[in-house]
């Protein structure tokens, strides 16, 4: 009896063999995702096991080529499957990547407009006040903010923009200074305002062609800055504060004497 059970042990198939290359197929499909590389270890380990097994004493003696078949597509998955990931990584984190670096501009953007108005507000403290009003005047430019040095050339340039000032910005006389700054700035002082803390009112806004097509950086007279998607709507709330247009007020401050 015992020579008949051997006789049909020797001629079964080993289970692990065939085991390992089902996980091969599966773990090649899979490949893409990381659930193929711990499927491809486990199907490599059987397909092993499995060779060293078959024909042994007690074990099954058939089933080699499966095992065989088994390591080796196994084997490629383990090769093939992190060429496969990488790329499709790239391919999902890179759209991450690029919203995150937008956001970060759009904030650094917020960050440089809440800078620029609080500039006007303390420049705003050496002036005399309205005597009907009681408030402080605010600058009608960055421009006076430049040159009475409450911020630099430098702040006024878009965090999207590669645009510098020259390296002797400087050492260069204030008419070419001026002249700089009025063609180059990103932001655009809403002129005839007043120290009022009206949060409805626009102090400054970014031109939206130093900007992205996803809005601009607008400051608000009390102090407070957002990313504003609807540069339309910050357009006609413009035309209502000041009677001009965004465009005309760009062309204004580009044209400051």
Not at 133 to 160: K, R
Request: a negative charge; proline letters at 7%.
């Amino acid at each position: 009896m015992n020579e008949s059970f051997e006789a049909n042990l020797q001629g079964a198939t080993s289970r692990m063999a065939i085991w390992s290359v089902v996980l091969g197929i599966v773990g090649l499909i899979s490949a893409c995702v990381l659930l193929g590389l711990p499927v491809a270890v486990l199907g490599l380990i059987l397909g092993i096991v499995a060779l060293a097994q078959i024909g042994k004493p007690g074990r099954p003696g058939q089933g080699q080529g499966f095992a065989i078949a088994g390591v080796v597509i196994n084997a490629i998955t383990l090769v093939v499957g992190p060429l496969m990931i990488v790329p499709l990584m790239i391919g999902i984190m890179l759209p991450a990547l690029g919203a995150a670096r937008t956001t970060a501009r759009q904030m650094q953007a917020n960050t440089q407009a809440r800078g620029i108005q609080q500039s006007m507000l303390m420049w705003a403290q050496g002036q005399q006040a309205n005597p009907q009003t009681g408030n402080l005047p605010l600058p009608d430019h960055v421009w006076t903010l430049v040159e009475q040095s409450f911020i630099t050339a430098e702040y006024l340039i878009s965090p999207l923009s590669n645009n510098a000032p020259p390296g002797n910005f400087d050492t260069l006389p204030p008419d070419q200074q001026r002249a700089w700054v009025c063609a180059h700035s990103a932001f655009v002082v809403v002129p005839g305002l007043e120290e009022d803390l009206d949060r409805s009112k626009i102090a400054l806004f970014g031109k939206p062609n130093h900007f992205d097509n996803h809005g601009i950086p607008v400051a608000y007279n009390d102090t407070h800055a957002a990313w504003e998607r609807d540069v339309g709507a910050i357009d006609r709330q413009l035309q209502a504060q000041t009677g001009k247009t965004m465009a005309e007020l760009i062309a204004q401050s580009e044209a400051y004497p």
